[in-house]
């Protein structure tokens, strides 16, 4: 054993009794390379954060210029900083009415939590809305909005006044009442294995939104930024969002988050009391500039449209007795395989034949297939192919 898995094992606090445990010595696009120069194809680029691949030139150029500039100045919202301004004008690009302002925290639980601050204190309601299935983040406020009991029971209490409706039910949605602050959605679960939302449901919960008054937040942390294969995976929908939330791909590789929400909104965190929110690192300058370097990548490159084409690819190729399903949309994807539990045992022999991949927080039946965006074609296909042989050696 290397002497750095030694002191990993030793000093680094676990969060599961085994870690994939690769030593990384390096990452460039869609590889990793390990510290005997073994390189893996990546098709988890980070769980959903690689958009435009490892260390693209694009972003490693925009954050030399800003490390000559300046690191950290000041705790978010009080100077300001040219990549946090120039990063929030260029989002709300992307952005429709009344969505016209920009909150930046560190991470996707923070804007999580940001969020239900918000929604309480501009509505004064108590209670929340999540969906089965549904995964906003890992924190204590993130954590209670996440229906799994197995996952919330050892850590509570935490927070009361929740309703976990059953995913893609019109019916429930009737729980969404005078009394709701806000309702928390992905409109494809990432955690339960890329599961989609049904148009009609989808529009039936902005309907009891609007009817009762509660605020709809998209959680886009895991589906956005191109990686659906539109810039929001709202979009797919024509869904309009009251707040969305960002964070993963958002930072090019650097942690950064963002709320998105009306400027009418946010205000209420300014005033009585004011600093509603604090934050000393959210919008960390080399996080913002590195985030401006990814939007670059994504426009220039059209990622979104190569998210579509590799999506082809990916159904066209993933053909195999033993699997069920390729489910999800753009380069958010499951292979979902016909044995259940098969999928932490098959990552485990892609890894040994040069594929990262991995299974997903609810669901050990499916593989991740959720690689950087402009992962060349020849790259994919090779590793499509690792997987089959990894499926068929399993099946016989
Ligand atoms: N929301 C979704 C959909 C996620 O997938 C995640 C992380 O996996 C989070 C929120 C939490 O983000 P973070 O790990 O940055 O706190």
Known sequence: MHRLEKLFLEHLAPTSPEPLGLTVSRARGAYIFDLKNKRYIDLIAGISVGVAGHSHPRILRALRKQMKRHLHVMVYGEFVQRPQVKLAERLLRYTEAPIDCVYFVNSGA???????????????????????????????????????EKWRFPFSPLLPGIAYLPFNEIEALKTIDQSTAAVF??????????????????????????????????????????????????????????????????????????????????????????????????????????????????EKENLCAQAIEKEKIIRETLVHPQVAEVRGRGLLLALVLRQKGAAPRLARQCLEAGVMTDWFLFS?????????????????????????????????
């Open 110 to 148: 923070e804007a999580t939590e940001l969020a239900m601050k918000l929604a309480k204190k501009a509505t004064g309601r108590p209670h929340f809305v999540a969906f089965r299935g549904g995964y906003h983040g890992s924190t204590q406020g993130a954590l209670s909005l996440m229906a799994e």
């Open 364 to 396: 050990e039946d499916a593989l991740r297939i959720a690689p950087p965006l402009n992962i060349p074609e020849k790259v994919l296909q090779k590793a499509l192919n690792i997987l089959l042989k990894v499926i068929e050696k399993e099946a016989k």
């Open 185 to 298: 959605v992905e409109v494809i679960q990432a955690e339960t294995g890329a599961s989609p939302a049904r148009p009609e449901f989808l529009k039936a919960l902005r309907d009891r939104c609007d009817a009762t008054g509660a605020l709809l937040v998209v959680d886009e942390i895991q589906t956005g930024l191109g990686r659906t294969g539109k810039f929001w995976s709202h979009s797919w929908y024509g869904l309009r969002p009251d707040i969305i939330l960002s964070a993963k791909a958002l930072g090019g590789g650097l942690p950064l988050g963002a709320v998105l929400a009306s400027r009418h909104l946010f205000k209420i965190l300014a005033n009585h009391p004011p600093l509603g929110h604090i934050t000393t690192f959210g919008g960390n300058p080399l996080s913002c500039a590195a985030a401006l370097g990814m939007l670059e990548v994504l």
